[in-house]
């Protein structure tokens, strides 16, 4: 595996068979899906999904028993200011737990609001995002999420909150009528929000390390950086064209991004380009001869059924090439109209994606 652009793709289809650091855990044998987790600290977590599932981990998340609510709504975002403290927020609920996650209570809450998202800059503050009909839902609490306050905007559809402190916040989506992705920001406390049109269509998830350093995540491996605080934005290169629905940054250069097909990237150096090479965990593919000049094949080792996707990027990230092959097959690639230089060659199959560094002299 490599680093693309800065993120080092980790695993792209399956990633509990190619990478043995990652457990794969099934805490739900109902088969509800979870759409959000949060741990307190190291060993304690919780996580919320489909049909008001809600569970709990005390022994870093090796095993995980029910966390009792009262509804049967969806739960799609869960936090907690402290060891005791947490709200979930889904579907027409807002759900609350002063106990530790041992039981859950109902918070007054409009039935119409489907809440995507919610965030506490400290222990009485909170907000939550989400959509009703054709209406944007902002709402706010200052007493530790007992009550809530609600915003109306027309024509956005959000889906992920984050504030940096209590006043400053920030905000992502999409609009109704022409489904591009929409960026709002507040510096007072959510009375006012200025908002910015974003090419790229649908955003899912923003995230603030520091004051001024964020990121947003979307369709189409899209992620996007700012250092100023969100007055301007620059797209960085991912290597895969997934919907990323959700990142997480421990602090400004690390963090993760998580999507669909079990996309999950990692960076170190906050999505700089990079041409760091890490050794595969279970190397299938070879390319040779390389460098190469006018052809180069491809070659596996591994016994694969179906077809493999091969594409040729550039050290942005720009796609130039990409052609479809058997996996069982050698597979010879005409390089012959790419410049000199150093680029990346992405194997996309069934179980995985590799991605090697090619150079063209």
């Excluded at 028993?65 to 049967?72: R, V």
């Excluded at 609600?150 to 989506?173: E, H, K, P, Q, R």
């Excluded at 934005?233 to 991004?257: H, I, M, P, Q, R």
């Excluded at 052809?295 to 796609?319: A, H, M, Y």
């Amino acid at each position: 595996m490599k680093k693309i652009a800065g993120f080092q793709l980790l695993v792209f289809m399956f990633p509990f068979v190619a990478f043995p650091q990652w457990t794969r855990q099934n805490p739900l044998p109902q088969g509800n899906s979870l759409a959000s987790v949060f741990f307190i600290d190291a060993a304690r977590g919780f996580a919320v999904g489909d049909n008001g599932a809600s569970i709990m981990t005390s022994d870093w998340g090796s095993t995980w028993a029910d966390s009792p609510n009262t509804t049967s709504r969806a739960l799609t975002s869960v936090c907690f200011t402290d060891a005791n403290t947490g709200i979930a927020v889904g579907f027409g609920t807002i759900q609350k737990t002063v106990n530790g996650g041992a039981g859950w209570e109902p918070v007054p809450c409009n039935s119409g609001w489907n809440l995507y998202s919610v965030c506490f800059p400290n222990a009485n503050t909170g907000y939550a995002v989400g959509v009703s009909g054709m209406n944007t839902i902002i709402i706010k609490t200052t007493d530790g999420g007992s009550t809530w306050n609600d915003i109306y905007w027309n024509g956005f559809a959000l889906y992920s909150v984050c504030f940096t402190d209590v006043n400053t916040g920030y905000a992502v989506g999409r609009t109704f009528e022409s489904g591009a992705g929409i960026f709002i920001k507040t510096t007072d406390g959510g009375l006012s929000w200025n908002s910015s049109m974003i090419v790229q269509p649908y955003l899912y998830s923003i995230f603030f390390p520091s004051a001024d350093t964020g990121y947003f995540t979307g369709e189409n491996g899209a992620v996007y950086k700012t250092t100023d605080a969100g007055s301007n934005w620059t797209a960085l290169s991912t290597g895969t064209t997934a919907t990323l629905v959700s990142a997480f940054f421990t602090d400004v250069n690390t963090g993760y991004v998580t999507g669909d097909y079990g996309t999950i990237l990692k960076t170190t150096n906050g999505g700089g380009v990079s041409i760091d090479e890490i050794t595969p965990v279970k190397p299938g593919f070879i390319i040779y001869p390389n460098p190469a000049t006018t052809k180069v094949t491809v070659s596996n080792s591994r016994e694969l059924k179906g077809d493999c996707w091969i594409s040729v990027f550039d050290l942005s990230g720009q796609p130039l090439m990409e052609c479809r092959s058997v996996s069982r097959k050698p597979f010879e690639l005409d390089i012959s109209r790419l410049s000199p230089g150093i680029y990346f060659l992405k194997i996309q199959t069934a179980i995985g994606v590799e991605v090697k560094k090619l150079v063209i002299r």
